[in-house]
Protein backbone atom coordinates (compact mmCIF):
# COMPACT_ATOMS: atom_id res chain seq x y z
CA UNK A 1 0.00 0.00 0.00
CA UNK A 2 1.56 3.29 -1.21
CA UNK A 3 1.68 6.13 1.18
CA UNK A 4 -0.77 9.33 0.33
CA UNK A 5 1.70 11.44 -0.69
CA UNK A 6 2.80 9.13 -4.01
CA UNK A 7 0.25 9.94 -5.92
CA UNK A 8 2.01 10.81 -9.16
CA UNK A 9 2.56 7.61 -11.92
CA UNK A 10 4.73 7.61 -14.52
CA UNK A 11 1.86 8.75 -16.94
CA UNK A 12 1.66 12.21 -14.94
CA UNK A 13 5.70 12.47 -14.72
CA UNK A 14 5.93 12.28 -18.45
CA UNK A 15 3.15 14.90 -18.93
CA UNK A 16 5.07 17.04 -16.49
CA UNK A 17 8.11 16.43 -18.49
CA UNK A 18 6.63 17.11 -21.76
CA UNK A 19 4.95 20.47 -20.46
CA UNK A 20 8.07 21.64 -18.96
CA UNK A 21 10.15 20.73 -21.76
CA UNK A 22 7.99 22.38 -24.49
CA UNK A 23 8.14 25.78 -21.98
CA UNK A 24 11.80 25.29 -22.06
CA UNK A 25 12.14 25.23 -25.82
CA UNK A 26 9.65 28.36 -26.21
CA UNK A 27 12.13 30.10 -24.41
CA UNK A 28 15.06 28.74 -26.33
CA UNK A 29 13.12 30.80 -29.36
CA UNK A 30 12.17 33.38 -27.51
CA UNK A 31 15.99 34.12 -26.72
CA UNK A 32 17.22 32.98 -30.08
CA UNK A 33 15.05 35.95 -31.79
CA UNK A 34 14.93 38.68 -29.01
CA UNK A 35 17.56 40.96 -27.82
CA UNK A 36 18.71 41.68 -24.10
CA UNK A 37 16.81 44.67 -23.92
CA UNK A 38 13.67 43.03 -24.88
CA UNK A 39 11.34 42.46 -21.86
CA UNK A 40 10.72 39.23 -23.76
CA UNK A 41 14.16 38.41 -22.85
CA UNK A 42 12.88 37.92 -18.83
CA UNK A 43 9.99 36.07 -19.60
CA UNK A 44 12.17 33.59 -21.83
CA UNK A 45 14.49 32.98 -19.09
CA UNK A 46 11.70 32.47 -16.41
CA UNK A 47 10.44 29.67 -19.27
CA UNK A 48 13.98 28.19 -19.53
CA UNK A 49 14.07 28.11 -15.58
CA UNK A 50 10.73 26.29 -15.70
CA UNK A 51 12.19 23.57 -18.45
CA UNK A 52 15.18 22.86 -15.91
CA UNK A 53 12.53 20.34 -14.31
CA UNK A 54 11.89 18.08 -17.48
CA UNK A 55 15.42 16.68 -17.80
CA UNK A 56 15.62 15.06 -14.22
CA UNK A 57 11.84 13.75 -14.71
CA UNK A 58 12.91 11.93 -18.14
CA UNK A 59 16.58 10.44 -16.83
CA UNK A 60 14.29 9.22 -13.43
CA UNK A 61 11.62 7.46 -15.92
CA UNK A 62 14.52 6.26 -18.01
CA UNK A 63 16.01 4.36 -14.47
CA UNK A 64 12.80 3.55 -13.79
CA UNK A 65 11.70 1.71 -17.55
CA UNK A 66 15.38 0.09 -17.41
CA UNK A 67 14.20 -1.66 -14.26
CA UNK A 68 10.58 -2.49 -14.83
CA UNK A 69 11.06 -3.84 -18.83
CA UNK A 70 11.15 -7.44 -19.38
CA UNK A 71 13.01 -6.85 -22.81
CA UNK A 72 15.84 -4.17 -22.57
CA UNK A 73 16.80 -4.86 -25.78
CA UNK A 74 13.92 -3.86 -27.40
CA UNK A 75 13.27 -1.07 -24.69
CA UNK A 76 16.35 0.75 -26.06
CA UNK A 77 15.57 -0.50 -29.68
CA UNK A 78 12.64 1.95 -30.01
CA UNK A 79 15.05 4.66 -28.19
CA UNK A 80 17.69 4.32 -30.46
CA UNK A 81 15.16 4.23 -34.02
CA UNK A 82 13.71 7.48 -33.24
CA UNK A 83 17.45 9.13 -32.08
CA UNK A 84 18.63 7.49 -35.32
CA UNK A 85 15.51 9.62 -37.25
CA UNK A 86 16.43 12.75 -36.13
CA UNK A 87 19.72 12.70 -35.59
CA UNK A 88 19.87 12.26 -39.60
CA UNK A 89 17.86 15.42 -40.33
CA UNK A 90 20.18 17.29 -38.78
CA UNK A 91 23.00 15.82 -40.73
CA UNK A 92 20.97 16.88 -43.79
CA UNK A 93 20.51 20.12 -42.08
CA UNK A 94 24.20 20.99 -40.76
CA UNK A 95 25.40 19.29 -44.95
CA UNK A 96 22.99 22.17 -46.69
CA UNK A 97 23.65 24.86 -43.88
CA UNK A 98 20.54 26.17 -43.17
CA UNK A 99 21.46 28.68 -40.58
CA UNK A 100 18.43 30.53 -40.78
CA UNK A 101 16.17 26.78 -39.54
CA UNK A 102 18.72 26.94 -36.27
CA UNK A 103 20.34 23.33 -35.98
CA UNK A 104 18.57 23.29 -32.91
CA UNK A 105 15.63 22.90 -34.21
CA UNK A 106 15.90 19.57 -34.34
CA UNK A 107 17.83 18.34 -31.94
CA UNK A 108 18.46 15.19 -30.91
CA UNK A 109 20.70 15.32 -27.88
CA UNK A 110 18.01 14.75 -25.29
CA UNK A 111 17.66 11.42 -27.10
CA UNK A 112 21.62 11.24 -27.70
CA UNK A 113 21.82 11.33 -23.19
CA UNK A 114 18.83 9.19 -22.75
CA UNK A 115 20.64 6.63 -24.76
CA UNK A 116 24.11 7.13 -24.01
CA UNK A 117 23.05 6.04 -20.27
CA UNK A 118 20.99 3.23 -21.37
CA UNK A 119 23.43 1.96 -23.10
CA UNK A 120 26.35 2.49 -20.49
CA UNK A 121 23.92 0.08 -18.11
CA UNK A 122 22.62 -2.40 -20.30
CA UNK A 123 26.26 -3.69 -21.71
CA UNK A 124 27.58 -2.83 -18.20
CA UNK A 125 25.07 -5.45 -16.66
CA UNK A 126 25.89 -7.87 -19.30
CA UNK A 127 28.13 -11.20 -18.64
CA UNK A 128 31.65 -11.56 -20.06
CA UNK A 129 33.28 -9.56 -22.83
CA UNK A 130 30.17 -7.43 -23.69
CA UNK A 131 31.01 -5.45 -20.45
CA UNK A 132 34.12 -3.91 -22.90
CA UNK A 133 31.02 -2.15 -24.98
CA UNK A 134 29.96 0.18 -21.47
CA UNK A 135 33.38 1.83 -22.29
CA UNK A 136 31.99 3.17 -25.59
CA UNK A 137 29.34 5.48 -24.05
CA UNK A 138 30.88 5.93 -21.22
CA UNK A 139 33.95 7.38 -23.73
CA UNK A 140 31.26 9.05 -25.90
CA UNK A 141 30.00 10.97 -22.37
CA UNK A 142 33.65 12.21 -20.93
CA UNK A 143 34.32 13.22 -24.73
CA UNK A 144 31.53 15.52 -24.85
CA UNK A 145 32.20 17.09 -21.48
CA UNK A 146 35.93 17.64 -22.36
CA UNK A 147 34.72 19.25 -25.30
CA UNK A 148 32.13 21.57 -23.95
CA UNK A 149 35.02 22.47 -21.05
CA UNK A 150 37.39 23.61 -23.66
CA UNK A 151 35.43 25.80 -25.57
CA UNK A 152 34.20 27.20 -22.39
CA UNK A 153 37.66 27.88 -21.15
CA UNK A 154 39.24 29.03 -24.62
CA UNK A 155 36.25 31.87 -24.88
CA UNK A 156 36.75 32.65 -21.27
CA UNK A 157 40.62 33.09 -21.71
CA UNK A 158 40.44 34.61 -24.96
CA UNK A 159 42.24 31.19 -26.09
CA UNK A 160 41.41 29.59 -29.50
CA UNK A 161 38.96 26.68 -29.36
CA UNK A 162 40.87 23.49 -29.95
CA UNK A 163 41.05 22.25 -33.52
CA UNK A 164 39.55 18.84 -32.77
CA UNK A 165 36.12 20.48 -31.01
CA UNK A 166 35.26 21.34 -34.55
CA UNK A 167 35.02 17.84 -35.82
CA UNK A 168 32.96 17.16 -32.92
CA UNK A 169 29.75 19.49 -33.36
CA UNK A 170 27.66 20.54 -30.07
CA UNK A 171 24.70 18.99 -31.94
CA UNK A 172 26.42 15.32 -31.83
CA UNK A 173 27.44 15.27 -28.51
CA UNK A 174 26.03 14.43 -25.22
CA UNK A 175 23.93 17.87 -24.32
CA UNK A 176 24.32 16.91 -20.12
CA UNK A 177 27.04 15.17 -20.87
CA UNK A 178 29.08 13.90 -17.18
CA UNK A 179 26.40 16.01 -14.84
CA UNK A 180 22.85 14.17 -16.29
CA UNK A 181 25.30 11.19 -16.65
CA UNK A 182 25.77 11.54 -12.81
CA UNK A 183 22.36 11.95 -11.87
CA UNK A 184 21.02 9.23 -13.80
CA UNK A 185 23.30 6.93 -12.22
CA UNK A 186 21.49 7.82 -8.51
CA UNK A 187 18.29 7.37 -9.82
CA UNK A 188 19.32 4.31 -12.04
CA UNK A 189 21.20 2.62 -8.55
CA UNK A 190 18.59 3.77 -6.28
CA UNK A 191 16.00 1.02 -7.01
CA UNK A 192 19.16 -1.77 -6.22
CA UNK A 193 20.06 0.14 -2.95
CA UNK A 194 16.43 0.79 -1.81
CA UNK A 195 15.65 -2.83 -2.23
CA UNK A 196 18.98 -3.43 0.21
CA UNK A 197 18.08 -1.03 3.23
CA UNK A 198 14.36 -2.73 2.75
CA UNK A 199 15.84 -5.97 3.41
CA UNK A 200 18.44 -5.27 6.01
CA UNK A 201 15.61 -3.33 8.54
CA UNK A 202 12.54 -5.48 7.75
CA UNK A 203 14.64 -8.76 6.78
CA UNK A 204 11.86 -11.47 7.21
CA UNK A 205 8.13 -11.32 7.34
CA UNK A 206 5.44 -13.30 8.60
CA UNK A 207 2.72 -14.84 5.92
CA UNK A 208 -1.04 -15.75 6.31
CA UNK A 209 0.10 -18.92 8.14
CA UNK A 210 2.40 -17.57 10.78
CA UNK A 211 5.55 -18.65 8.96
CA UNK A 212 8.61 -16.43 8.96
CA UNK A 213 10.68 -16.11 5.82
CA UNK A 214 13.00 -13.90 4.17
CA UNK A 215 11.66 -10.97 2.16
CA UNK A 216 11.15 -11.94 -1.54
CA UNK A 217 12.08 -9.50 -4.37
CA UNK A 218 8.53 -8.52 -5.01
CA UNK A 219 7.61 -8.36 -1.52
CA UNK A 220 10.13 -5.71 -1.01
CA UNK A 221 8.82 -3.64 -3.97
CA UNK A 222 5.34 -3.81 -2.76
CA UNK A 223 6.54 -2.57 0.99
CA UNK A 224 5.12 0.81 2.28
CA UNK A 225 8.60 2.35 2.82
CA UNK A 226 9.45 1.21 -0.61
CA UNK A 227 9.10 3.19 -3.11
CA UNK A 228 9.41 6.63 -0.79
CA UNK A 229 13.19 5.23 0.05
CA UNK A 230 13.95 4.69 -3.99
CA UNK A 231 12.35 8.22 -4.57
CA UNK A 232 14.58 9.98 -1.53
CA UNK A 233 17.62 8.30 -2.92
CA UNK A 234 17.04 9.65 -6.47
CA UNK A 235 16.21 12.83 -5.06
CA UNK A 236 19.40 12.80 -2.95
CA UNK A 237 21.60 11.97 -6.38
CA UNK A 238 20.03 15.05 -7.95
CA UNK A 239 20.58 17.51 -5.16
CA UNK A 240 24.34 16.42 -4.62
CA UNK A 241 25.16 16.47 -8.68
CA UNK A 242 24.03 20.14 -8.55
CA UNK A 243 25.66 20.85 -5.41
CA UNK A 244 28.67 19.52 -6.90
CA UNK A 245 28.67 20.89 -10.04
CA UNK A 246 27.09 24.35 -8.71
CA UNK A 247 30.58 24.90 -6.99
CA UNK A 248 32.72 23.97 -10.39
CA UNK A 249 30.78 26.81 -11.77
CA UNK A 250 31.39 29.21 -8.52
CA UNK A 251 34.97 28.32 -8.05
CA UNK A 252 36.22 28.04 -11.83
CA UNK A 253 33.58 29.24 -14.07
CA UNK A 254 35.75 29.45 -16.72
CA UNK A 255 35.00 25.97 -16.82
CA UNK A 256 31.52 25.68 -16.54
CA UNK A 257 29.66 24.17 -19.34
CA UNK A 258 26.29 24.11 -18.43
CA UNK A 259 25.29 28.07 -19.47
CA UNK A 260 26.20 28.77 -16.04
CA UNK A 261 25.00 26.21 -13.30
CA UNK A 262 23.12 28.95 -12.15
CA UNK A 263 19.71 28.13 -14.43
CA UNK A 264 20.84 24.75 -14.53
CA UNK A 265 20.54 24.46 -10.80
CA UNK A 266 16.93 24.94 -10.96
CA UNK A 267 16.61 21.19 -12.03
CA UNK A 268 16.35 20.62 -8.43
CA UNK A 269 12.47 21.62 -8.57
CA UNK A 270 11.86 17.83 -10.62
CA UNK A 271 12.98 16.95 -6.87
CA UNK A 272 9.10 17.81 -5.44
CA UNK A 273 7.81 15.94 -8.44
CA UNK A 274 9.52 12.45 -8.05
CA UNK A 275 8.73 12.60 -4.58
CA UNK A 276 5.32 12.40 -5.59
CA UNK A 277 5.45 9.48 -7.38
CA UNK A 278 3.96 6.07 -6.78
CA UNK A 279 6.11 3.84 -8.68
CA UNK A 280 2.82 2.50 -11.06
CA UNK A 281 2.95 3.16 -14.77
CA UNK A 282 -0.47 4.36 -15.13
CA UNK A 283 -1.94 5.36 -18.91
CA UNK A 284 0.06 3.24 -20.63
CA UNK A 285 -1.54 2.68 -24.28
CA UNK A 286 0.88 2.21 -27.44
CA UNK A 287 -0.13 5.22 -29.32
CA UNK A 288 0.85 7.12 -26.13
CA UNK A 289 4.09 5.66 -25.84
CA UNK A 290 4.60 6.85 -29.75
CA UNK A 291 3.85 9.87 -29.36
CA UNK A 292 6.08 10.55 -26.68
CA UNK A 293 8.43 9.90 -28.61
CA UNK A 294 7.44 11.66 -32.03
CA UNK A 295 6.21 14.61 -29.59
CA UNK A 296 10.23 16.10 -29.22
CA UNK A 297 11.05 16.88 -32.88
CA UNK A 298 7.26 17.76 -33.75
CA UNK A 299 6.89 20.34 -31.06
CA UNK A 300 10.72 21.70 -31.58
CA UNK A 301 10.18 21.89 -35.46
CA UNK A 302 6.64 23.59 -34.62
CA UNK A 303 7.93 26.18 -32.24
CA UNK A 304 10.58 26.83 -34.37
CA UNK A 305 8.23 28.15 -37.78
CA UNK A 306 6.51 30.02 -35.60
CA UNK A 307 8.86 31.77 -34.55
CA UNK A 308 10.19 32.06 -38.21
CA UNK A 309 6.98 33.41 -39.58
CA UNK A 310 6.52 36.14 -36.12
CA UNK A 311 9.99 37.16 -36.59
Not at 228 to 236: D, S
Not at 243 to 260: E, K, N, R
Amino acid sequence: MRRKMEFLNEFWLKLIGLLTMTIDHVGYFMLLYAGQDNPMHHVAMVFRIIGRIAFPLFIFMLAEGLHKTHDRGNYLLRLAIFWGAIFGVEIIISMINLEEFSIRAFSSQAFTDLLAYGLFVFFLEKKGWWKLFSLLPLAFILLSYVAQVSEIYADATGAYNPIWTTYFPEWARSGYSLFGFLMFLGMYYAIPFAKKIIKATFGTIVDENGQEHLLEDNEIQAHPKYQGLVNVIAITSIVLVTVLFWAIGYFAPQIDPYFTIAPQSYCVLACLFILLYNGERGYRMKWFQYFSYLYYPLHIALIALIFMLAF
